[in-house]
């Protein structure tokens, strides 16, 4: 491998560019077409996600070791030391994004960069580690603020936020969901967790696929449904696998049936209240994450 190559696996290259539509699906619930502010809040998400892995790699490279000898740091093709120097280059660089889009926009992106080193240095492996799903809601709430808060918006990023609280959620869930199964992974996972993944993802489904103030034959419905059905049988499906075959290739498949779902539901919730325009560019990068990850964190 190039060291190029090398970056790229540590950054997780194929789960990377499922953030941007994050800041398009928080650009919808605010009520707002996205603005000249939606792009960098974007590209905060981007560099965010990735300094995120890194320092994941980081803490687990003892692990990773024994379970994963040929990911980057415990193969030698990355130093322990450029994880955590690549990790703060991209805070840097995710927070700097998200101030050129508001003061409220760097501020939701700090809280974001908290959440994810949070989990990663300390939280990972306590009872508090489902609370780094909120980063991906925040995700969501940095395109929604970001975008409220340009001048053509009138500047009301309070609002826009409160407006994307459900669909953040949302995807808290499903990102929650996702890292309960990848946590055993490799050892084949935990009893009862594969088979509740299903579950998740078709009340997800049914939640954000319903009417929202429009009639179900419209075009808009009709697109939300077919999405919202994309979503369920991309997250839910490898899922069932898992259940009947517990071992760590299946599982892992699982985890990255997850991972691509992702697309598909930010689809979902750009489509509720934002242009299908909007929602059609969210869904041209799945073909980018079909590469399935080895491992990849929903933070």
């Given at each position: 491998?190039?060291a190029l190559q090398d970056r790229t696996e540590l950054l997780r290259?194929?789960?990377?560019?499922?953030?941007?539509?994050?800041?398009?699906?928080?650009?919808?619930?605010?009520?707002?077409?996205?603005?000249?502010?939606?792009?960098?809040?974007?590209?905060?998400?981007?560099?965010?996600?990735?300094?995120?892995?890194?320092?994941?790699?980081?803490?687990?490279?003892?692990?990773?070791?024994?379970?994963?000898?040929?990911?980057?740091?415990?193969?030698?093709?990355?130093?322990?030391?450029?994880?955590?120097?690549?990790?703060?280059?991209?805070?840097?660089?995710?927070?700097?994004?998200?101030?050129?889009?508001?003061?409220?926009?760097?501020?939701?992106?700090?809280?974001?960069?908290?959440?994810?080193?949070?989990?990663?240095?300390?939280?990972?492996?306590?009872?508090?580690?489902?609370?780094?799903?909120?980063?991906?809601?925040?995700?969501?709430?940095?395109?929604?603020?970001?975008?409220?808060?340009?001048?053509?918006?009138?500047?009301?990023?309070?609002?826009?936020?409160?407006r994307a609280v459900l669909p953040a959620a949302a995807l808290s869930?499903?990102?929650?969901?996702?890292?309960?199964?990848?946590?055993?992974?490799?050892?084949?996972?935990?009893?009862?967790?594969?088979?509740?993944?299903?579950?998740?993802?078709?009340?997800?489904?049914?939640?954000?696929?319903?009417?929202?103030?429009?009639?179900?034959?419209?075009?808009?419905?009709?697109?939300?449904?077919?999405?919202?059905?994309?979503?369920?049988?991309?997250?839910?499906?490898?899922?069932?696998?898992?259940?009947?075959?517990?071992?760590?290739?299946?599982?892992?498949?699982?985890?990255?049936?997850?991972?691509?779902?992702?697309?598909?539901?930010?689809?979902?919730?750009?489509?509720?209240?934002?242009?299908?325009?909007?929602?059609?560019?969210?869904?041209?990068?799945?073909?980018?994450?079909?590469?399935?990850?080895?491992?990849?964190?929903?933070?």
């Amino acid at each position: 491998m190039t060291a190029l190559q090398d970056r790229t696996e540590l950054l997780r290259i194929s789960a990377l560019f499922t953030t941007p539509g994050d800041a398009l699906a928080g650009a919808a619930a605010s009520g707002l077409r996205p603005g000249s502010r939606t792009l960098p809040a974007a590209g905060a998400t981007v560099c965010l996600y990735g300094a995120g892995t890194a320092p994941d790699d980081w803490a687990d490279r003892a692990e990773d070791a024994v379970e994963r000898p040929r990911r980057p740091i415990p193969s030698g093709r990355i130093t322990p030391g450029q994880a955590p120097a690549a990790a703060t280059g991209l805070t840097t660089a995710g927070i700097g994004l998200a101030l050129a889009a508001g003061r409220p926009a760097a501020l939701t992106a700090t809280a974001l960069a908290g959440a994810v080193w949070a989990y990663d240095l300390r939280l990972k492996h306590t009872p508090a580690a489902a609370a780094t799903a909120t980063a991906r809601g925040l995700d969501l709430l940095l395109g929604a603020v970001a975008t409220a808060g340009s001048p053509a918006a009138a500047g009301r990023p309070g609002p826009a936020a409160r407006r994307a609280v459900l669909p953040a959620a949302a995807l808290s869930a499903h990102a929650h969901s996702v890292t309960a199964v990848s946590r055993t992974e490799t050892r084949g996972g935990a009893p009862g967790t594969a088979p509740a993944a299903p579950g998740a993802a078709a009340a997800i489904g049914v939640l954000t696929g319903r009417g929202r103030g429009c009639p179900a034959r419209t075009l808009r419905a009709r697109t939300r449904a077919a999405l919202a059905g994309v979503y369920a049988a991309t997250a839910a499906g490898p899922c069932l696998h898992p259940a009947l075959n517990p071992s760590p290739p299946v599982t892992q498949r699982a985890v990255g049936g997850g991972i691509r779902a992702i697309v598909p539901l930010q689809a979902v919730l750009t489509a509720r209240s934002g242009p299908l325009g909007a929602a059609a560019l969210s869904t041209a990068l799945a073909p980018v994450t079909r590469r399935p990850a080895r491992k990849v964190s929903p933070a």
